[in-house]
């Protein structure tokens, strides 16, 4: 059950230190009603996270700051936010840095528009969806939803929805896991990963992922020692090839946790080298 080491993992949510956390979080604004959230809070999420990671220091460069944390924590590739500091970031470490964007289903052609061209452009490997986080609010199995799943289809490339009670507080049923069930019926194709933990739907999620082949799963912005009994036990029966590692850096994790609490997690020992990498390999497409 140990952790293994030299395993080159693949972390499916990592990015740079942020110049401005609330530059970054200014576009949840609009959708956020209580005051706390909208006058106290830097980051909207910030009653559910201690030690967050610090903003970029004046001067540093961000790129260096996260591949030198890569090279320490043996990550050796990473799923980033398309963005100009992305795009330098891939230029220099061509096989280390890829691309997901994230996309507001209600602009449904401006939507497939833009998946085409940055697929063209720059060999998108993911598109995410924050379905609470939309405004108006967007379920998953919403049809404004169906172009952008046809069109992943289209690409080849899979869709990250966020599943589950929503961080910011916002109404969480566009999340409610059992949307994901008339979609993958609907899509048998679409690689459809569920994002952030589907807690307190963890059960019903893996329930899902038994039924579905293309329905995956990871636990981003969960410490390691917070994740989902129910997922655990999944991974180590049925469910090996189906659980993906994602971290949350540097939106609420430090890496430095992620990988001190890691090697607790009672996964069995053919697991960790599919939830380390093997399966985002497959999944997303990362293999050179």
């Known amino acids: 059950m140990a952790m293994p080491e030299g395993i ?7 990015g740079f230190p942020f110049a401005s956390k609330k530059q970054v979080y200014e576009r949840l604004q609009a959708g956020l009603k209580d005051d706390q959230s909208t006058e106290e809070f830097v980051m909207p999420v ?20 996260t591949i030198a ?3 320490r924590w043996g990550i050796d590739k990473g799923l980033f936010g398309l963005s100009e500091t ?26 497939v528009r833009l998946l085409k061209k940055l697929k063209a452009d720059h060999d998108l490997k993911a598109v995410s969806v924050f379905p609470a986080g939309t405004v108006p609010q967007v379920a998953v199995s919403d049809p404004l939803m169906y ?34 069930d008339q979609v993958c019926y609907d899509f048998p194709e679409l690689r459809l990963v569920m994002r952030h933990g589907a807690e307190p739907w963890e059960k019903l999620a893996m329930k899902l ?7 995956y799963y990871m636990p ?21 090839d189906k659980i993906m590692y994602a971290g949350y850096f540097p939106a609420g994790l430090t890496l430095e946790r992620i990988f001190t609490e890691l090697p607790n997690v009672p996964f069995r020992d053919h697991v960790w080298p599919k939830f380390l990498r093997e399966n985002a390999l497959r999944v997303f497409k990362l293999d050179d």
């Open 8 to 14: 080159g993992v693949v972390d499916l949510m990592i």
């Open 46 to 65: 910030e009653y559910m996270f201690k030690d967050i990671p610090e903003e970029a220091e004046e001067g540093s460069d961000p790129i260096d700051y």
């Open 69 to 71: 944390e890569m090279d």
């Open 86 to 111: 992305s795009i330098e970031a891939k230029r220099r470490h061509p096989n280390r840095v890829y691309f997901v964007t994230e996309v507001d289903p209600n602009d449904v052609m401006g939507t």
């Open 147 to 180: 172009p952008l799943y046809a069109t992943a289809i289209e690409l080849d490339i899979p869709v990250i929805a966020n599943a589950g009670i929503a961080g910011p507080r916002f109404p969480s049923a566009p999340q409610h896991v059992e949307h994901f």
């Open 209 to 215: 992922m038994l039924k579905w082949p293309n329905l």
């Open 220 to 240: 981003s912005a969960f410490a390691p020692k917070h994740y989902p009994r129910a997922i655990i036990d999944y991974a180590n029966t049925r469910g090996a």
